[in-house]
């Protein structure tokens, strides 16, 4: 297992990732925020689904994707149908305007990663993937993952009692 120092300078080197991420957000269309590239990825990626499939894969609770869900949907990206198997359910399908959408931000992030990492192998950027996607799945659901603090550290003190 790795030691504490290496865990410290790994968290310092994660806060970065923010900064990666704010790049990476600036390149996206004004119409179109992060959380809705986020929707129209995963209906790419995963194919139709409920909005409580969209929610689980976003992380996020159903408030959070319902508005994201309502952004996409009236840029007409996708489509809402009932669900043949519960008519009080929704499923979420990408329409072709949210499938060129989506190809137009596969094109914007792919040449951003490109520009960015142009002096790296492709053996390196290979092992960045292996090891982003299994430090992704180290940490699940975060949603549902009960964070487990260490106890504080508490000092102890000798006090004797005080003479009369």
Request: hydrophobic letters at 40%; proline letters at 6%; one cysteine or more.
């Amino acid at each position: 297992m790795a030691e504490q120092a290496q865990f410290e300078e790994l968290a310092r080197q994660l806060s970065a990732v923010g900064a990666v991420k704010r790049d990476m957000g600036r390149i996206l269309p004004p119409d179109c925020p992060a959380g809705s590239a986020a929707v129209l990825t995963l209906l790419g990626r995963h194919g139709d689904m409920r909005m409580s499939k969209l929610a689980e894969l976003l992380a996020v609770d159903m408030s959070v994707t319902s508005r994201h869900v309502g952004h996409v949907a009236a840029r007409g990206w996708i489509e809402r149908h009932p669900d043949p198997a519960d008519k009080r359910s929704r499923i979420l399908r990408l329409t072709p305007e949210g499938l060129e959408q989506l190809d137009e931000l596969s094109r914007r992030t792919t040449h951003l990663l490109a520009e960015r990492l142009a002096d790296w192998t492709d053996e390196e950027v290979g092992q960045l993937i292996r090891l982003m996607t299994r430090l992704r799945a180290s940490f699940g659901d975060c949603r549902s993952a009960p964070l487990r603090l260490p106890a504080p550290v508490v000092e102890e003190t000798t006090r004797t009692p005080a003479s009369t």
